[in-house]
T-cell receptor, first 114, second 105 residues
């Protein structure tokens, strides 16, 4: 069964450093997303991406964040100047359709900012 | 505004049936999806209702009433592995806070 692959599974970074979280969506999916989940809290939408541009973003997704699809397979989330409160599980997801139907989530990257 | 409500916790015994309700207030509603998440795992898509009525997928069923802005997820023949959090989601931008289901032997 097709999977969304995320790397690394766990990243520890020092406050103020930049991190790049990587995702390989399912190959025939056209819509890509990043979500985060702070430990014990609900899943929060960050950004959606379609046709090489951001289609929607949340208030969380400020200038500290950026996304890119550098080639035909990877989808990345960059967090500049990380803060302690950025510590969370970051999930990448992809879908064939743009609404919340049938998203496939990756297994996540646990980001720990120290 | 947009809001979403789910019970925070439900406990049931193995083999039983449990219903997890979801009420929402949104604009531009398309349909309601349900996701399952085990501790430490990723959300997994369970079911989607684009129209009113009941959708059945094996032991899981989901119901939607647009006029009541209400839906539910029905889990039958509960198994221990069904212990997880269940989220309803009317939009990609909104996940419910989740209902934690505890299945007891």
């Amino acid at each position: 069964e097709p999977e969304v692959t995320q790397t690394p599974s766990h990243q520890v970074t020092q406050m103020g450093q930049e991190v790049i979280l990587r995702c390989v969506p399912i190959s025939n999916h056209l819509y890509f997303y990043w979500y985060r989940q702070i430990l014990g809290q609900k899943v929060e939408f960050l950004v959606s991406f379609y046709n090489n541009e951001i289609s929607e973003k949340s208030e969380i997704f400020d200038d500290q964040f950026s996304v890119e699809r550098p080639d035909g397979s990877n989808f990345t989330l960059k967090i500049r100047s990380t803060k302690l409160e950025d510590s969370a599980m970051y999930f990448c997801a992809s879908s064939v359709q743009p609404n919340i139907y049938g998203y496939t989530f990756g297994s996540g990257t646990r980001l720990t900012v120290v | 505004g947009q809001s979403l409500e789910q019970p925070s916790e439900v406990t049931a015994v193995e083999g039983a049936i449990v219903q997890i309700n979801c009420t929402y207030q949104t604009s531009g509603f398309y349909g309601l999806s349900w996701y399952q998440q085990h501790d430490g795992g990723a959300p997994t898509f369970l079911s989607y209702n684009g129209l009113d009525g009941l959708e059945e997928t094996g032991r899981f069923s989901s119901f939607l009433s647009r006029s009541d802005s209400y839906g539910y997820l029905l889990l039958q023949e509960l198994q221990m592995k069904d212990s997880a959090s269940y989220f309803c989601a009317p939009f990609k931008t909104i996940f419910g806070a989740g209902t934690r289901l505890f299945v007891k032997a």
